[in-house]
Protein backbone atom coordinates (compact mmCIF):
# COMPACT_ATOMS: atom_id res chain seq x y z
CA UNK A 1 0.00 0.00 0.00
CA UNK A 2 1.09 3.69 -0.68
CA UNK A 3 1.63 6.40 2.40
CA UNK A 4 -1.66 8.20 0.70
CA UNK A 5 -3.90 4.87 0.76
CA UNK A 6 -3.08 4.77 4.19
CA UNK A 7 -3.94 8.37 4.71
CA UNK A 8 -6.75 7.43 2.96
CA UNK A 9 -7.88 4.69 5.50
CA UNK A 10 -6.78 6.67 8.23
CA UNK A 11 -9.08 9.63 7.69
CA UNK A 12 -11.93 7.55 6.92
CA UNK A 13 -11.42 6.64 10.24
CA UNK A 14 -11.43 9.55 11.86
CA UNK A 15 -14.59 10.02 10.06
CA UNK A 16 -16.57 6.99 10.84
CA UNK A 17 -15.45 7.80 14.07
CA UNK A 18 -17.24 10.85 14.34
CA UNK A 19 -20.12 9.95 12.96
CA UNK A 20 -20.93 7.77 14.91
CA UNK A 21 -20.06 9.99 18.09
CA UNK A 22 -22.63 12.42 16.32
CA UNK A 23 -25.71 9.47 17.50
CA UNK A 24 -24.56 10.19 21.24
CA UNK A 25 -27.44 12.23 23.48
CA UNK A 26 -26.20 15.51 23.62
CA UNK A 27 -26.90 17.74 26.19
CA UNK A 28 -26.27 20.66 24.89
CA UNK A 29 -25.80 22.03 20.89
CA UNK A 30 -22.39 23.63 20.92
CA UNK A 31 -20.20 19.90 21.57
CA UNK A 32 -22.42 19.05 18.19
CA UNK A 33 -21.38 22.66 16.27
CA UNK A 34 -18.11 21.39 17.79
CA UNK A 35 -18.28 18.08 16.34
CA UNK A 36 -19.62 19.25 12.80
CA UNK A 37 -16.72 21.83 12.61
CA UNK A 38 -14.19 19.07 13.01
CA UNK A 39 -16.07 16.80 10.91
CA UNK A 40 -15.71 19.56 8.16
CA UNK A 41 -11.88 20.13 8.87
CA UNK A 42 -11.37 16.38 7.97
CA UNK A 43 -14.03 16.05 4.86
CA UNK A 44 -12.25 19.09 3.38
CA UNK A 45 -8.32 17.35 3.92
CA UNK A 46 -9.90 13.91 2.55
CA UNK A 47 -11.39 16.17 -0.77
CA UNK A 48 -8.15 17.38 -1.02
CA UNK A 49 -6.35 14.29 -1.13
CA UNK A 50 -8.73 13.43 -3.69
CA UNK A 51 -7.56 16.21 -5.64
CA UNK A 52 -3.90 15.45 -4.97
CA UNK A 53 -4.13 12.17 -6.00
CA UNK A 54 -5.65 12.95 -9.36
CA UNK A 55 -3.46 15.57 -10.57
CA UNK A 56 -0.76 12.79 -9.64
CA UNK A 57 2.07 15.25 -8.20
CA UNK A 58 3.62 13.02 -5.49
CA UNK A 59 5.11 16.50 -3.63
CA UNK A 60 1.56 17.60 -3.19
CA UNK A 61 0.32 14.12 -2.32
CA UNK A 62 2.93 13.65 0.37
CA UNK A 63 2.11 17.56 1.73
CA UNK A 64 -1.16 16.78 2.09
CA UNK A 65 -0.84 13.01 4.02
CA UNK A 66 1.67 15.34 6.25
CA UNK A 67 -1.45 17.66 6.99
CA UNK A 68 -3.64 14.44 7.46
CA UNK A 69 -1.23 12.91 10.46
CA UNK A 70 -1.24 16.59 11.73
CA UNK A 71 -4.67 17.01 11.82
CA UNK A 72 -5.51 13.75 13.44
CA UNK A 73 -2.94 13.92 16.22
CA UNK A 74 -4.65 17.39 16.71
CA UNK A 75 -8.08 16.89 17.16
CA UNK A 76 -8.16 13.69 18.26
CA UNK A 77 -7.58 14.88 21.79
CA UNK A 78 -10.55 17.71 21.04
CA UNK A 79 -13.19 14.69 19.47
CA UNK A 80 -12.86 13.04 22.94
CA UNK A 81 -13.24 15.79 25.00
CA UNK A 82 -16.44 16.59 23.16
CA UNK A 83 -17.16 13.37 23.83
CA UNK A 84 -16.46 13.51 27.63
CA UNK A 85 -19.06 16.69 27.48
CA UNK A 86 -21.70 14.74 27.10
CA UNK A 87 -21.29 12.15 30.50
CA UNK A 88 -24.36 12.67 32.21
CA UNK A 89 -22.14 12.46 35.59
CA UNK A 90 -21.11 16.49 34.59
CA UNK A 91 -22.66 19.44 36.25
CA UNK A 92 -24.80 19.76 33.20
CA UNK A 93 -26.91 22.51 34.98
CA UNK A 94 -23.82 24.65 34.94
CA UNK A 95 -23.55 25.64 31.32
CA UNK A 96 -26.25 27.81 30.65
CA UNK A 97 -25.17 30.28 33.36
CA UNK A 98 -21.09 29.76 32.81
CA UNK A 99 -22.18 30.10 28.58
CA UNK A 100 -23.93 33.42 29.82
CA UNK A 101 -20.78 34.36 31.89
CA UNK A 102 -18.65 33.76 28.95
CA UNK A 103 -20.18 35.32 26.25
CA UNK A 104 -20.05 38.33 28.53
CA UNK A 105 -16.14 38.35 28.77
CA UNK A 106 -16.02 37.22 25.54
CA UNK A 107 -18.74 38.14 22.96
CA UNK A 108 -22.54 36.37 22.02
CA UNK A 109 -20.82 34.03 19.04
CA UNK A 110 -19.11 32.49 22.14
CA UNK A 111 -19.91 28.51 22.36
CA UNK A 112 -19.07 26.60 25.47
CA UNK A 113 -17.80 22.98 26.39
CA UNK A 114 -17.62 21.69 29.77
CA UNK A 115 -15.74 18.44 30.07
CA UNK A 116 -14.89 15.85 32.82
CA UNK A 117 -11.50 15.24 32.17
CA UNK A 118 -8.37 12.40 32.84
CA UNK A 119 -6.03 15.10 34.02
CA UNK A 120 -6.44 16.20 37.07
CA UNK A 121 -5.91 19.71 36.80
CA UNK A 122 -8.76 21.73 35.11
CA UNK A 123 -7.58 23.09 31.88
CA UNK A 124 -8.73 24.57 28.39
CA UNK A 125 -7.08 23.91 24.82
CA UNK A 126 -5.10 27.26 23.58
CA UNK A 127 -6.71 28.30 20.55
CA UNK A 128 -7.50 25.47 17.88
CA UNK A 129 -7.57 26.55 14.14
CA UNK A 130 -11.61 26.45 12.74
CA UNK A 131 -12.87 26.62 16.36
CA UNK A 132 -12.58 29.99 17.03
CA UNK A 133 -15.49 31.40 19.52
CA UNK A 134 -15.25 27.57 21.09
CA UNK A 135 -14.18 27.83 24.92
CA UNK A 136 -12.94 23.85 26.57
CA UNK A 137 -13.53 24.03 29.93
CA UNK A 138 -11.98 20.84 31.36
CA UNK A 139 -12.61 20.13 34.70
CA UNK A 140 -11.02 16.77 36.32
CA UNK A 141 -13.71 13.61 36.64
CA UNK A 142 -13.53 13.00 40.01
CA UNK A 143 -14.77 16.59 40.47
CA UNK A 144 -16.92 16.82 37.60
CA UNK A 145 -20.61 16.73 39.22
CA UNK A 146 -19.13 18.64 42.44
CA UNK A 147 -20.24 22.59 41.50
CA UNK A 148 -17.96 23.46 44.47
CA UNK A 149 -14.88 23.66 41.70
CA UNK A 150 -16.37 25.80 39.08
CA UNK A 151 -14.96 28.98 40.31
CA UNK A 152 -11.46 27.39 38.90
CA UNK A 153 -13.58 27.71 35.46
CA UNK A 154 -13.09 31.34 36.38
CA UNK A 155 -9.19 30.56 35.69
CA UNK A 156 -10.00 29.05 32.19
CA UNK A 157 -11.73 31.57 31.25
CA UNK A 158 -9.13 34.02 31.82
CA UNK A 159 -6.68 32.01 29.38
CA UNK A 160 -9.57 32.80 26.47
CA UNK A 161 -9.41 36.21 27.93
CA UNK A 162 -5.75 36.70 27.74
CA UNK A 163 -5.79 35.44 23.82
CA UNK A 164 -8.48 37.48 23.18
CA UNK A 165 -6.92 40.57 24.35
CA UNK A 166 -3.41 39.50 23.00
CA UNK A 167 -2.15 39.93 26.44
CA UNK A 168 1.16 38.11 25.95
CA UNK A 169 1.73 40.98 23.33
CA UNK A 170 1.47 43.77 25.85
CA UNK A 171 2.72 42.18 29.10
CA UNK A 172 6.29 40.37 27.33
CA UNK A 173 8.12 43.54 27.04
CA UNK A 174 7.26 44.75 30.85
CA UNK A 175 8.99 41.03 31.63
CA UNK A 176 11.95 41.15 29.60
CA UNK A 177 12.37 44.41 31.15
CA UNK A 178 12.56 42.69 33.92
CA UNK A 179 14.57 39.85 33.37
CA UNK A 180 17.20 42.41 32.04
CA UNK A 181 17.19 44.37 34.85
CA UNK A 182 17.39 42.21 37.42
CA UNK A 183 20.66 40.24 35.24
CA UNK A 184 22.38 43.99 35.27
CA UNK A 185 21.50 45.01 38.89
CA UNK A 186 21.95 41.86 41.43
CA UNK A 187 22.33 38.95 39.41
CA UNK A 188 25.61 39.48 36.91
CA UNK A 189 27.64 37.31 37.73
CA UNK A 190 25.84 34.84 38.26
CA UNK A 191 25.08 35.51 34.29
CA UNK A 192 28.24 35.59 33.74
CA UNK A 193 28.89 32.20 35.03
CA UNK A 194 26.24 30.61 33.27
CA UNK A 195 26.82 32.42 29.92
CA UNK A 196 30.35 33.12 29.86
CA UNK A 197 30.25 34.49 26.00
CA UNK A 198 27.38 36.29 26.09
CA UNK A 199 26.99 40.02 26.72
CA UNK A 200 25.36 41.26 29.98
CA UNK A 201 24.79 44.80 28.51
CA UNK A 202 21.50 45.72 28.82
CA UNK A 203 20.90 46.93 25.55
CA UNK A 204 22.60 43.90 24.07
CA UNK A 205 20.78 41.96 26.51
CA UNK A 206 17.08 43.39 25.13
CA UNK A 207 17.96 43.47 21.35
CA UNK A 208 20.81 41.55 20.10
CA UNK A 209 19.49 38.10 18.73
CA UNK A 210 23.12 36.44 19.89
CA UNK A 211 21.79 36.63 24.00
CA UNK A 212 18.02 35.11 22.79
CA UNK A 213 18.98 31.43 23.78
CA UNK A 214 20.12 32.91 27.00
CA UNK A 215 16.92 34.90 28.10
CA UNK A 216 14.33 33.53 25.59
CA UNK A 217 12.98 30.94 27.31
CA UNK A 218 13.31 32.96 30.84
CA UNK A 219 10.89 35.60 29.33
CA UNK A 220 8.23 32.82 27.44
CA UNK A 221 8.79 31.38 31.49
CA UNK A 222 7.86 34.43 32.81
CA UNK A 223 5.14 35.54 30.41
CA UNK A 224 3.40 31.80 30.79
CA UNK A 225 4.00 32.64 34.27
CA UNK A 226 2.40 36.10 33.91
CA UNK A 227 -0.64 34.50 32.19
CA UNK A 228 -1.23 31.94 34.92
CA UNK A 229 -1.30 34.43 37.48
CA UNK A 230 -3.51 36.79 35.77
CA UNK A 231 -5.69 33.86 35.13
CA UNK A 232 -5.72 33.46 39.08
CA UNK A 233 -6.48 37.07 39.39
CA UNK A 234 -9.61 36.69 36.90
CA UNK A 235 -10.95 33.59 38.61
CA UNK A 236 -11.02 35.37 42.12
CA UNK A 237 -12.26 38.67 40.78
CA UNK A 238 -14.59 36.41 39.21
CA UNK A 239 -15.96 34.78 41.44
CA UNK A 240 -14.55 35.64 44.88
CA UNK A 241 -13.87 33.89 47.78
CA UNK A 242 -15.03 30.90 46.43
CA UNK A 243 -12.12 30.48 43.96
CA UNK A 244 -9.74 30.46 46.54
CA UNK A 245 -11.43 27.60 48.78
CA UNK A 246 -11.83 25.48 45.28
CA UNK A 247 -8.14 26.40 44.29
CA UNK A 248 -7.10 25.26 47.96
CA UNK A 249 -9.74 22.16 47.93
CA UNK A 250 -8.06 21.11 44.51
CA UNK A 251 -4.36 21.72 45.10
CA UNK A 252 -3.64 21.86 49.28
CA UNK A 253 -1.05 21.34 50.33
CA UNK A 254 1.03 21.50 46.78
CA UNK A 255 3.89 19.37 45.48
CA UNK A 256 7.23 19.17 45.07
CA UNK A 257 7.02 19.17 41.52
CA UNK A 258 6.44 22.41 39.45
CA UNK A 259 7.33 23.19 35.84
CA UNK A 260 9.48 25.90 34.95
CA UNK A 261 6.32 28.02 32.98
CA UNK A 262 4.24 27.88 36.26
CA UNK A 263 4.99 30.05 39.24
CA UNK A 264 5.40 27.66 42.52
CA UNK A 265 1.86 27.14 44.24
CA UNK A 266 3.28 29.11 47.18
CA UNK A 267 3.54 31.93 45.04
CA UNK A 268 0.28 31.50 43.89
CA UNK A 269 -1.22 31.38 47.05
CA UNK A 270 0.56 34.76 48.37
CA UNK A 271 -0.23 36.48 44.83
CA UNK A 272 -3.52 35.93 45.31
CA UNK A 273 -4.07 37.18 49.07
CA UNK A 274 -2.39 40.01 47.97
CA UNK A 275 -5.10 40.47 45.12
CA UNK A 276 -7.80 39.53 47.61
CA UNK A 277 -6.77 42.40 49.42
CA UNK A 278 -7.19 44.83 46.71
CA UNK A 279 -9.78 43.68 45.52
CA UNK A 280 -11.24 43.49 48.84
CA UNK A 281 -12.21 39.92 48.58
CA UNK A 282 -12.36 37.96 51.67
CA UNK A 283 -9.64 35.55 52.52
CA UNK A 284 -10.90 31.95 54.06
CA UNK A 285 -8.94 31.46 57.36
CA UNK A 286 -5.27 29.56 57.08
CA UNK A 287 -5.59 30.01 53.17
CA UNK A 288 -1.92 31.30 53.08
CA UNK A 289 -0.67 28.69 55.27
CA UNK A 290 -2.34 25.38 52.98
CA UNK A 291 0.66 25.00 50.68
CA UNK A 292 4.13 24.50 51.80
CA UNK A 293 6.84 26.62 49.99
CA UNK A 294 9.34 24.43 48.43
CA UNK A 295 12.86 25.24 47.24
CA UNK A 296 13.60 24.17 43.68
CA UNK A 297 13.98 21.19 42.64
CA UNK A 298 17.25 19.74 43.75
CA UNK A 299 17.51 17.57 40.26
CA UNK A 300 17.37 20.59 38.21
CA UNK A 301 20.76 21.52 37.10
CA UNK A 302 21.78 25.23 38.78
CA UNK A 303 21.80 26.92 35.47
CA UNK A 304 17.90 25.63 35.37
CA UNK A 305 17.73 27.12 38.78
CA UNK A 306 19.16 30.40 38.00
CA UNK A 307 16.82 31.14 34.96
CA UNK A 308 13.48 29.54 36.85
CA UNK A 309 14.32 32.79 39.57
CA UNK A 310 15.32 35.05 37.07
CA UNK A 311 11.63 34.03 35.29
CA UNK A 312 9.80 34.02 38.90
CA UNK A 313 11.67 37.09 39.76
CA UNK A 314 10.25 39.17 37.12
CA UNK A 315 6.72 37.76 37.31
CA UNK A 316 6.69 39.46 41.29
CA UNK A 317 7.96 42.70 40.02
CA UNK A 318 4.76 42.94 37.75
CA UNK A 319 2.14 41.29 39.67
CA UNK A 320 0.82 44.93 40.67
CA UNK A 321 0.11 45.38 36.89
CA UNK A 322 -1.46 41.96 36.55
CA UNK A 323 -3.74 42.84 39.23
CA UNK A 324 -4.90 45.76 38.23
CA UNK A 325 -5.36 44.39 34.76
CA UNK A 326 -7.84 41.55 35.70
CA UNK A 327 -9.94 43.95 37.55
CA UNK A 328 -9.56 46.33 34.55
CA UNK A 329 -10.61 44.16 32.18
CA UNK A 330 -13.73 42.56 34.20
CA UNK A 331 -14.68 46.13 35.01
CA UNK A 332 -15.25 46.93 31.18
CA UNK A 333 -17.65 43.84 30.51
CA UNK A 334 -19.99 45.23 33.63
CA UNK A 335 -20.35 41.23 34.66
CA UNK A 336 -22.31 40.95 37.79
CA UNK A 337 -19.35 40.48 40.62
CA UNK A 338 -20.13 38.56 43.92
CA UNK A 339 -21.48 40.49 46.83
CA UNK A 340 -20.62 38.99 50.36
CA UNK A 341 -24.42 40.24 51.25
CA UNK A 342 -25.83 38.83 48.52
CA UNK A 343 -23.88 35.06 49.55
CA UNK A 344 -24.88 35.43 53.11
CA UNK A 345 -28.43 36.03 52.30
CA UNK A 346 -28.67 33.00 50.09
CA UNK A 347 -26.95 30.83 52.72
CA UNK A 348 -29.37 32.39 55.66
CA UNK A 349 -32.70 32.37 53.10
CA UNK A 350 -32.26 29.49 51.28
CA UNK A 351 -29.93 26.77 51.75
CA UNK A 352 -30.01 26.69 55.98
CA UNK A 353 -33.83 25.87 55.10
CA UNK A 354 -32.44 23.38 52.11
CA UNK A 355 -34.27 24.90 49.51
CA UNK A 356 -32.37 25.82 46.42
CA UNK A 357 -31.95 29.60 46.03
CA UNK A 358 -33.85 31.95 43.32
CA UNK A 359 -34.21 35.56 42.23
CA UNK A 360 -31.65 35.86 39.81
CA UNK A 361 -28.39 35.94 42.40
CA UNK A 362 -25.42 34.89 40.18
CA UNK A 363 -23.24 32.33 39.59
CA UNK A 364 -20.68 33.28 41.70
CA UNK A 365 -23.21 34.38 44.31
CA UNK A 366 -24.53 30.83 45.01
CA UNK A 367 -21.12 28.87 45.11
CA UNK A 368 -19.41 31.59 47.61
CA UNK A 369 -23.08 30.97 49.53
CA UNK A 370 -22.31 27.29 48.98
CA UNK A 371 -18.45 27.22 50.42
CA UNK A 372 -19.75 29.05 53.09
CA UNK A 373 -22.57 26.83 53.90
CA UNK A 374 -21.05 24.05 53.74
CA UNK A 375 -19.30 23.69 57.15
CA UNK A 376 -23.02 24.20 58.88
CA UNK A 377 -23.33 20.66 60.01
CA UNK A 378 -26.18 21.87 62.62
CA UNK A 379 -28.93 22.34 59.71
CA UNK A 380 -28.53 18.66 58.36
CA UNK A 381 -29.70 17.31 62.69
CA UNK A 382 -33.48 18.18 61.28
CA UNK A 383 -32.81 15.59 58.74
CA UNK A 384 -31.16 12.81 59.99
CA UNK A 385 -31.91 10.41 57.19
CA UNK A 386 -29.10 13.06 55.80
CA UNK A 387 -26.55 13.09 58.36
CA UNK A 388 -24.29 11.10 56.61
CA UNK A 389 -24.69 12.77 53.29
CA UNK A 390 -24.58 16.21 53.56
CA UNK A 391 -22.18 17.17 51.51
CA UNK A 392 -24.43 15.34 48.31
CA UNK A 393 -27.27 17.28 49.57
CA UNK A 394 -25.42 20.16 49.12
CA UNK A 395 -24.25 19.31 46.21
CA UNK A 396 -28.38 19.05 44.86
CA UNK A 397 -29.32 22.24 46.04
CA UNK A 398 -26.32 23.79 44.85
CA UNK A 399 -27.13 22.61 41.06
CA UNK A 400 -30.70 23.04 41.53
CA UNK A 401 -29.93 26.48 42.43
CA UNK A 402 -27.73 27.25 39.34
CA UNK A 403 -30.45 25.64 37.27
CA UNK A 404 -33.22 27.97 38.52
CA UNK A 405 -30.92 31.06 37.90
CA UNK A 406 -30.77 29.49 34.34
CA UNK A 407 -34.80 29.22 34.15
CA UNK A 408 -35.59 32.70 35.22
CA UNK A 409 -32.46 33.82 32.84
CA UNK A 410 -35.68 32.13 30.08
CA UNK A 411 -38.94 32.44 31.50
CA UNK A 412 -38.84 34.70 34.84
CA UNK A 413 -41.65 33.17 36.49
CA UNK A 414 -40.23 33.29 40.10
CA UNK A 415 -41.62 36.08 41.87
CA UNK B 1 -58.03 18.08 54.78
CA UNK B 2 -56.87 19.33 51.04
CA UNK B 3 -55.70 22.57 51.07
CA UNK B 4 -57.42 24.48 48.70
CA UNK B 5 -55.09 26.58 46.40
CA UNK B 6 -55.66 30.06 48.23
CA UNK B 7 -54.68 28.59 51.51
CA UNK B 8 -51.26 27.04 49.78
CA UNK B 9 -50.90 30.99 48.09
CA UNK B 10 -50.33 31.81 51.93
CA UNK B 11 -48.24 29.35 52.73
CA UNK B 12 -46.28 29.78 49.84
CA UNK B 13 -46.30 33.89 50.87
CA UNK B 14 -43.89 33.03 54.16
CA UNK B 15 -41.21 32.03 52.56
CA UNK B 16 -39.02 33.42 55.69
CA UNK B 17 -40.94 31.33 58.40
CA UNK B 18 -38.76 29.06 60.36
CA UNK B 19 -40.60 25.97 58.75
CA UNK B 20 -41.93 27.16 55.64
CA UNK B 21 -43.97 25.60 52.46
CA UNK B 22 -41.85 26.40 49.62
CA UNK B 23 -42.01 25.51 45.99
CA UNK B 24 -39.32 26.45 43.59
CA UNK B 25 -39.23 27.87 40.97
CA UNK B 26 -42.52 29.29 42.54
CA UNK B 27 -46.12 29.15 40.71
CA UNK B 28 -47.52 32.45 40.53
CA UNK B 29 -49.11 33.49 43.45
CA UNK B 30 -52.10 35.50 42.30
CA UNK B 31 -53.03 32.66 39.24
CA UNK B 32 -52.91 30.09 42.18
CA UNK B 33 -55.24 32.05 44.47
CA UNK B 34 -57.12 32.74 41.95
CA UNK B 35 -57.52 29.14 40.29
CA UNK B 36 -60.28 27.87 42.49
CA UNK B 37 -58.11 24.88 42.61
CA UNK B 38 -57.18 22.43 45.18
CA UNK B 39 -53.80 21.44 43.70
CA UNK B 40 -50.98 23.01 42.48
CA UNK B 41 -49.65 22.27 38.90
CA UNK B 42 -45.74 20.67 38.94
CA UNK B 43 -43.54 21.11 35.59
CA UNK B 44 -41.58 18.52 34.25
CA UNK B 45 -37.75 18.35 35.48
CA UNK B 46 -34.41 17.66 32.44
CA UNK B 47 -33.58 14.10 34.32
CA UNK B 48 -34.68 11.27 33.24
CA UNK B 49 -33.79 7.71 34.52
CA UNK B 50 -35.22 4.47 32.23
CA UNK B 51 -34.06 0.83 33.45
CA UNK B 52 -31.48 -1.26 31.23
CA UNK B 53 -33.76 -3.71 30.20
CA UNK B 54 -30.86 -5.41 28.48
CA UNK B 55 -29.12 -6.20 31.43
CA UNK B 56 -31.69 -7.58 33.56
CA UNK B 57 -33.76 -10.87 33.60
CA UNK B 58 -36.08 -9.67 36.86
CA UNK B 59 -36.36 -7.08 39.42
CA UNK B 60 -36.27 -9.60 42.70
CA UNK B 61 -36.25 -6.88 45.01
CA UNK B 62 -35.76 -10.40 47.40
CA UNK B 63 -32.19 -10.80 47.05
CA UNK B 64 -31.36 -7.65 49.02
CA UNK B 65 -30.00 -5.55 46.31
CA UNK B 66 -27.20 -2.97 47.00
CA UNK B 67 -28.83 -0.11 46.02
CA UNK B 68 -25.90 1.63 44.26
CA UNK B 69 -24.99 -1.33 42.46
CA UNK B 70 -28.68 -1.44 41.41
CA UNK B 71 -28.82 2.14 40.26
CA UNK B 72 -25.40 1.83 38.25
CA UNK B 73 -25.95 -1.88 36.97
CA UNK B 74 -29.72 -1.30 35.65
CA UNK B 75 -30.19 2.18 34.84
CA UNK B 76 -29.51 4.64 32.34
CA UNK B 77 -29.53 8.57 33.43
CA UNK B 78 -30.90 11.35 30.56
CA UNK B 79 -30.29 14.48 30.32
CA UNK B 80 -33.03 16.77 28.39
CA UNK B 81 -32.28 20.45 28.44
CA UNK B 82 -34.73 23.37 27.75
CA UNK B 83 -36.12 23.02 24.06
CA UNK B 84 -35.09 19.34 23.34
CA UNK B 85 -37.84 16.52 23.94
CA UNK B 86 -37.99 13.11 25.43
CA UNK B 87 -40.20 11.00 23.33
CA UNK B 88 -42.25 8.11 25.20
CA UNK B 89 -43.04 5.59 23.62
CA UNK B 90 -46.48 3.18 23.94
CA UNK B 91 -46.37 1.01 26.55
CA UNK B 92 -42.84 2.22 27.82
CA UNK B 93 -41.88 3.58 31.49
CA UNK B 94 -39.22 6.31 32.59
CA UNK B 95 -38.92 8.09 36.22
CA UNK B 96 -39.39 11.39 35.50
CA UNK B 97 -38.62 14.10 38.07
CA UNK B 98 -40.58 17.65 38.79
CA UNK B 99 -38.63 20.78 37.50
CA UNK B 100 -39.78 22.44 41.26
CA UNK B 101 -38.08 21.90 44.52
CA UNK B 102 -40.30 20.76 47.23
CA UNK B 103 -40.25 21.27 50.88
CA UNK B 104 -42.88 20.60 53.13
CA UNK B 105 -43.34 21.96 56.51
CA UNK B 106 -43.89 19.68 59.75
CA UNK B 107 -47.70 19.94 59.49
CA UNK B 108 -48.14 19.55 55.81
CA UNK B 109 -47.91 16.35 53.57
CA UNK B 110 -49.07 15.77 49.70
CA UNK B 111 -49.41 13.36 47.14
CA UNK B 112 -48.61 13.80 43.44
CA UNK B 113 -51.09 12.52 40.73
CA UNK B 114 -51.11 12.78 36.84
CA UNK B 115 -53.19 15.42 35.46
CA UNK B 116 -56.35 14.66 33.40
CA UNK B 117 -55.52 15.96 30.05
CA UNK B 118 -52.40 14.00 29.71
CA UNK B 119 -54.06 10.62 31.58
CA UNK B 120 -56.36 11.43 28.23
CA UNK B 121 -53.52 10.78 26.16
CA UNK B 122 -52.48 8.01 27.32
CA UNK B 123 -49.70 9.72 29.98
CA UNK B 124 -50.32 8.57 33.54
CA UNK B 125 -47.87 9.38 36.52
CA UNK B 126 -47.49 6.91 39.27
CA UNK B 127 -50.66 6.02 41.04
CA UNK B 128 -50.39 8.51 44.18
CA UNK B 129 -46.61 9.26 45.17
CA UNK B 130 -46.92 10.27 49.28
CA UNK B 131 -44.67 13.07 50.09
CA UNK B 132 -44.20 13.49 53.81
CA UNK B 133 -43.85 16.56 55.95
CA UNK B 134 -40.32 17.97 56.05
CA UNK B 135 -39.38 16.36 52.81
CA UNK B 136 -37.41 18.36 50.73
CA UNK B 137 -36.10 17.89 47.05
CA UNK B 138 -38.00 17.53 43.53
CA UNK B 139 -40.33 14.96 43.58
CA UNK B 140 -39.46 11.21 41.55
CA UNK B 141 -41.94 10.92 38.70
CA UNK B 142 -43.32 7.09 37.70
CA UNK B 143 -44.12 7.92 34.11
CA UNK B 144 -46.28 5.75 31.67
CA UNK B 145 -47.25 5.83 28.28
CA UNK B 146 -50.52 3.72 27.99
CA UNK B 147 -51.37 4.76 25.15
CA UNK B 148 -50.84 3.92 21.52
CA UNK B 149 -49.21 6.85 19.87
CA UNK B 150 -45.28 8.05 21.35
CA UNK B 151 -45.91 11.39 23.31
CA UNK B 152 -43.54 13.90 23.34
CA UNK B 153 -42.37 15.21 26.62
CA UNK B 154 -40.80 18.26 27.12
CA UNK B 155 -39.01 19.86 30.69
CA UNK B 156 -41.14 22.53 31.85
CA UNK B 157 -44.11 21.72 30.67
CA UNK B 158 -46.94 20.85 33.31
CA UNK B 159 -47.21 17.34 34.53
CA UNK B 160 -48.40 16.33 37.36
CA UNK B 161 -50.44 18.05 40.22
CA UNK B 162 -49.75 18.26 43.96
CA UNK B 163 -52.06 18.23 46.68
CA UNK B 164 -51.66 19.24 49.89
CA UNK B 165 -53.26 18.62 53.20
CA UNK B 166 -52.41 18.97 57.19
CA UNK B 167 -51.69 16.03 58.79
CA UNK B 168 -51.76 15.83 62.88
CA UNK B 169 -49.35 15.11 64.92
CA UNK B 170 -45.47 16.20 66.37
CA UNK B 171 -44.44 18.47 63.87
CA UNK B 172 -40.37 17.61 64.84
CA UNK B 173 -40.80 14.15 63.79
CA UNK B 174 -38.69 13.74 61.00
CA UNK B 175 -39.29 12.30 57.20
CA UNK B 176 -36.99 9.56 56.47
CA UNK B 177 -37.30 9.08 53.12
CA UNK B 178 -34.12 8.32 51.57
CA UNK B 179 -35.46 10.37 48.19
CA UNK B 180 -34.87 13.74 50.03
CA UNK B 181 -32.68 16.24 48.68
CA UNK B 182 -32.49 14.95 45.19
CA UNK B 183 -32.77 16.74 42.05
CA UNK B 184 -32.40 13.48 39.83
CA UNK B 185 -35.07 10.53 39.52
CA UNK B 186 -33.45 7.68 41.61
CA UNK B 187 -34.69 4.02 41.90
CA UNK B 188 -34.09 4.10 45.53
CA UNK B 189 -33.73 1.12 47.83
CA UNK B 190 -36.28 -1.12 48.27
CA UNK B 191 -36.47 -2.60 52.29
CA UNK B 192 -37.12 -6.32 52.29
CA UNK B 193 -38.67 -5.97 56.38
CA UNK B 194 -38.58 -9.38 58.45
CA UNK B 195 -42.55 -10.11 58.63
CA UNK B 196 -42.06 -10.26 54.75
CA UNK B 197 -38.74 -12.20 55.11
CA UNK B 198 -40.13 -14.85 57.38
CA UNK B 199 -43.25 -15.07 54.98
CA UNK B 200 -41.35 -15.85 52.20
CA UNK B 201 -39.48 -18.89 53.96
CA UNK B 202 -40.86 -21.84 52.80
CA UNK B 203 -41.83 -24.63 55.16
Known amino acids: MTVSQYASLKIEAVLDLIYRLKDTDFPYSHSKDALDKVESVFNKLQRNLGRAEAKGDDLLITTVCTRILEEIFRFLPVIGFILRSTNVRNAFEVHGPALRMSRELLGAETKLLVSSEWDYSPYTYRPIPFLKHFVFIGLPSTESSNPLVIPLAGHELGHSVWQQYMLDTDLRPLLQESVISTIHTNRRTEFKQFFPDTSDEPSELGNSRSVQPAIGPVVAWATYQAQESFCDFFGLKLFGTCYLHALAYLLAPGMVWRPTFYPSLFTRFENLVTAAKLYHIEVPDGFENMVMRHPLPEHWSEREKFLTSLADHALQQNVGDIIDLAKAIIKETGIQLPSDETANEIVERFFKKTVPCHGKVGLANILNAAWKFIGENEVWAEYPQMRHNERNCLMEIVLKSIEILEIEERAPITP | ?203
Open chain 2, 1 to 203: MILKADVVASYLEEPDSTDPLVITPSPDIEVLRGSGAASVDLRLGTWFLSLRHAKMTCIDVTKGEDYHEASEKFTKSSYIPFGQDFILHPGSFVLGITLEWIRLPGLLSGFVIGKSSWGRRGLVIATATGVHPRFTGCLTLEITNLGHIPLKLKPGMLICQLFLEEVRGSASESDLSQFNARRKPVLGKMNIDDFSKMLSEEI
